[in-house]
Every structure is written in C-alpha cells, then in structure tokens.
C-alpha cells in the first residue's frame, strides 16, 4: 500500500456527505445492538468487546502492514482476545484474584506486543506492535468498567451518551456553522466549530444523565465529561491521521456509511480508556464504574 504525504489532503475538496442517509441507518441498527449488549452484561459483554478488539486489530494490521499478516493477526489475536477475556474474569472473585486477573491482562497484552515486534518486518514494526495495545483498549476498558456489578451499565451508558453526543453534535455543527479548520493537514472536514459544538454537547448530555440516574455532582460528571469529549475527538484524530499516513480513505468497509471499525470506535476507545483509568485510580478493580460516576 503506498503512503501517502500527511500534511497532504487525500482530495483537494470533499463534497457533503452523500453517505448521511446510511450513516443514520446503520447508527439506528448499531446503537440498540450496543445498548442491548450493555445491558445483558456478562460473558455476552465481554465476547461483544472482545470481537471488537479482534476486528480493530485486523483493521489495523491490514491498515499499516505491507507484507504476509496471519502470524501477526494470530499472535497479536489471540494476545488481545485472552487479555479481554482475563479482564471479563474481574467481575468475580476477591479483590486478590480481581488484581490478579487484571495484571495478568496487562503481562498478556506486552507479551502479546513483544512477539508481534519479534513476528513484524522491520520496515513497518513500530506501526504494526502499536495496535496490540490500540486494539487491546478497545476491548479492555468498556469490559472493566461493566464488571462493576452496581454501576457498570450505568458507566457504559455515560460513555456512550458522551461520545455519541460529541460525534452528534461535531458533525452537525460543523457542517452548519463552518470556520476554521481544526487540524487541516489531518482531517480537513474538522473544524472548530464542530469541536467547540461537541464538547458543549457532551457537557449538556452528561448534565442530563447524571440527573435523570439520580447521581450526585452534577458539575463534576459535566466537568469529566468535557475531558472525555476533548479525548474523545483526539482519538478520532489521531484515526484519521493514521488512514492519512498510509493512504485509506476508510479503515474498512464493515459498517455502510461509516467505514470500518476503527473509524466507528476511535472516539469511543480514546474516551473509554480515560473513563477506566479514572475509575481505577478512584474506585479501585472492584468499583471502576463507581470510580468514574460517584464524585
């Protein structure tokens, strides 16, 4: 796969998304799948994410390598498949074995990193170890954050009223009011508008959440919801910059008017990741949910 220039636009101009109408559709397919999925919980949960991770790794890979991929995809795979596994593992047991689970997911995943290094052509290495811990995050964080068995599901909905009213609201005010380009050399459709817009909205919409589940501190979930929404739009970019740099328009073709999995999921892995950072500092293995919501 060629490369292409990263300070170079794939296209000198891009019309309006044609694509709008799919796009809805498949939101309107995908967003009661992921919401239903949430709610059953479980080892359904965990399968869910961890088939995710295993087709954003595929993405990924197919993205950033040029040569032969399978002993890539089966090592990196299968490091990343056990490593959520192991995570899904947390919501039971004591809170020694809980650690005990978690660690093991970690040594999993670097394990998993550094026989991919090992597997990888030199040429392209760095490229292709990184999404062992990409696709890793994916899978591993929304699984952390629902094994807490009081506040999991809440946590999943907070992060995807957060990211969904970002994308939402990105995009709508974006093509709507224009302005300076947020990261042209990157994403040339970006603006700031768009980027001010969504955070605004992740603000209102946690506002929202928080008051219809009854949680305390307001202002503080507004407050987390803001740094997750900015996390969020730089996972995107970061996407972007990476279809820029190897010459794809799209990671994929999995989701009609979206692209792949990748481009579906950057927000949210980015925003995820954060989220159960917070919730372990703060709540611990056992309460990362808890960790994330209660202020």
């Known amino acids: 796969m060629a490369e292409a220039d990263p300070a170079r636009p ?13 796009r809805i559709l498949s939101s309107v397919v995908l967003a009661p799948l992921a919401l239903g999925v949430a709610y059953l919980g479980g080892w359904i949960f965990v399968a869910f994410w961890g088939f995710a991770a295993f087709g954003v790794l595929w993405e990924w890979v197919s993205l950033v390598s040029e040569t032969d991929r399978r002993a890539v995809l089966m090592t990196g795979g ?38 991919v290094a090992a597997l990888a052509p030199k040429r392209r290495r760095g490229w292709i170890v990184g999404g062992i811990p990409y696709a890793g995050a994916v899978g591993v964080a929304p699984v952390l954050l629902r094994a807490d068995a009081d506040l999991g599901f809440l946590a999943i909905l907070f992060l995807f009223a957060i990211v ?8 709508f005010v974006g093509r709507g009011l224009g302005g300076p380009k947020l990261v042209p050399a990157i994403s040339p459709n970006k603006t700031w508008s768009g980027a001010i817009g969504g955070v605004f909205a ?18 503080a979930l507004a407050v987390v919801a803001i740094v ?25 073709h999995l989701i009609p008017g979206h692209g792949g999995l990748m481009d ?22 056992e309460m990362a949910a808890g960790g994330l919501l209660l202020w």
């Open 228 to 252: 997750l929404s900015v996390v969020a739009q730089a996972g995107d970019a970061f996407e972007s910059a990476l279809k820029r740099r190897f010459g794809a328009k799209d990671s994929g």
């Open 164 to 171: 969904w009213a970002t994308d939402i609201a990105a995009y």
């Open 10 to 22: 794939m296209s000198a101009s891009q019309p309006a998304r044609a694509d709008l109408p799919l």
């Open 202 to 219: 992740a603000a209102a919409a946690a506002t929202v959440f928080a008051t219809s589940a009854a949680l305390s501190i307001v202002v």
């Open 78 to 115: 299968a490091s990343v498949l056990l490593a959520v596994a192991l995570t899904g593992g947390v919501a039971v047991g004591d809170d020694d074995l809980r650690s005990a689970r978690l660690l093991a997911a970690v040594i999993v995943l670097s394990m998993g990193t550094i026989g």
């Open 264 to 285: 579906r999921l950057d927000g949210f892995m980015a925003a995820a990741f954060l989220a159960a950072l917070i919730g372990l500092v703060r709540g611990g293995i």
